[in-house]
């Protein structure tokens, strides 16, 4: 356990929280597409569907959510998400149980747990630096990013042991018992937030802040470059994801209990992302390092399509675990310089503005790769949006990234490759995540 988690009560709940909210998130992911496969007999198009309405919320309704949550204080919005998100995975398998399951309920589901999660999000990204001071914050970032791959390395291995025995809709009361969890944590956190500045209110307010949020993201060429990269990154990476219950069910020919071990083992790249993170920073530089992970780690993705029944599964496990590996490292980057560089009032907007860019391409990869799957096949179809993930690396290289050893504000001092960032509108010395 690290030194932060020992000494800092508040801390410890938040990550023990949300620890548990990815776990059960992680058996979720696996089991909730599984249910349309394998109960529901749905098309490679619902399944694609169903895997974007888990994201479309981000675009409905992201931006004024980030406003909302620069006003108010966050912890109420964290536990409130969370305990809607709680009653929603209790009823859905208790309906399932009675007989009404059917696909028009998951994708409500998918809609509701999604909105709950753009407000949870945007909360929890703007309350972590609040609770945390600033010399703590490299560490909380590393160890909340490394816990959550644990989580999901044993969430995706707990799918595969738990969906033969209790069946995939049974494996949806796992994310109803980790939101219980989340919802007891965030309970006993005893730190209390000072109230916001009064803001004004109304329709013409909330456009004015929308939009300066927009400007914010927009007018700065570091926030803007990794903004435009999480985009097209994400459009690719849920292009492939969308599609791999069908894939690794129908063309590779693997059980529903191989597919969450396998998921659960590629997952342990994040793991290693985690570890590599910090170190490659404070030897490469984070620009640089950031370079290593968007770029050249997820390469090995493109091995993905070749997966095949018996040996060819570890084509999936090598290219699985260094995209993990590449996100989580490069996340936990972008996260402690998202930080550094915005100041607290704006966190939360910035936080959305740049989600809504981000987030706003899952739901349409996801529709992508359905389309693609329909109409040229599933494997043709993973050949093109795997493609894109490494792809997606050429905005960094083509950006002021490629120019400078440190992200703006890493290294406060004067050095060689170090380039002083111009301050983004109402910036102080802070930025989003893919």
């Known amino acids: 356990m690290s030194g932060l988690l020992r000494r800092h009560r508040d801390f410890r709940l938040l990550w023990c929280g949300e620890t548990a909210g990815k776990f059960g998130a992680a058996v979720t992911g696996v089991a909730l597409p599984l249910v349309a496969v394998a109960t529901l007999r749905a098309g490679t198009f619902a399944v694609g569907l169903l895997a974007a309405c888990s994201w479309l919320p981000w675009l409905l309704i992201g931006l004024p959510v980030g406003v909302w949550v620069d006003r108010v204080r966050r912890r109420p919005l964290m536990l409130a998400a969370a305990s809607l998100s709680l009653a929603l995975f209790t009823a859905v398998p208790l309906i399932a149980a009675a007989g009404g399951l059917t696909i028009g309920l998951l994708i409500a589901l998918a809609l509701l747990a999604g909105a709950a999660a753009v407000v949870f999000q945007t909360a929890y990204s703007a309350y972590l630096p609040v609770l945390l001071a600033p010399a703590d914050r490299a560490e909380g970032n590393a160890a909340l990013h490394g816990s959550a791959s644990a989580a999901q390395i044993a969430g995706r291995g707990a799918a595969g042991a738990l969906i033969p025995w209790a069946g995939a809709v049974g494996g949806l009361f796992a994310q109803a018992a980790a939101f219980l969890v989340s919802v007891l ?87 290693a992302g985690a570890f590599l993170a910090r170190r490659a920073a404070d030897r490469f530089g984070t620009a640089r390092a950031t370079l290593l992970c968007e770029l050249l780690l997820p390469l090995p993705v493109l091995l993905i399509p070749l997966t095949s029944a018996g040996a060819g599964a570890l084509l999936y496990l090598a290219g699985g675990c260094a995209v993990s590996a590449g996100v989580v490292a490069g996340n936990i980057i972008k996260a402690g310089f998202q930080q550094r560089r915005c100041p607290p009032h704006l966190l939360g907007r910035l936080t959305a503005c740049a989600a809504f860019l981000n987030y706003g391409t899952l739901p349409l990869g996801a529709l992508l790769g359905g389309a693609l799957g329909s109409l040229l096949g599933v494997r043709t179809a993973m050949w093109i949006t795997t493609a894109g993930v490494p792809l997606a690396g050429l905005i960094l290289l083509c950006s002021p990234v490629r120019r400078v050893r440190e992200l703006p504000g890493a290294d406060p001092g004067p050095g060689p490759g170090n380039a002083t960032a111009p301050a983004a509108e109402g910036n102080h010395p802070a930025q989003p995540t893919t």
């Not at 944590?185 to 500045?197: M, N």
């Not at 690719?236 to 129908?250: D, E, H, N, T």
């Open 185 to 271: 944590c965030l309970l006993g956190i005893r730190h209390r937030e000072p109230r916001p500045a009064t803001a004004p209110g109304g329709p013409r307010a909330m456009t004015a802040e929308v939009a300066a949020g927009l400007r914010l993201v927009a007018r700065d060429p570091w926030f803007r470059t990794l903004t435009l990269f999480g985009a097209a990154s994400n459009l690719a990476l849920m292009g492939y994801q969308s599609l791999l219950p069908v894939f690794l069910v129908r063309e590779a020919g693997l059980s529903p209990a191989a597919v969450g071990g396998l998921l659960a083992a590629a997952g342990t790249g994040g793991l």
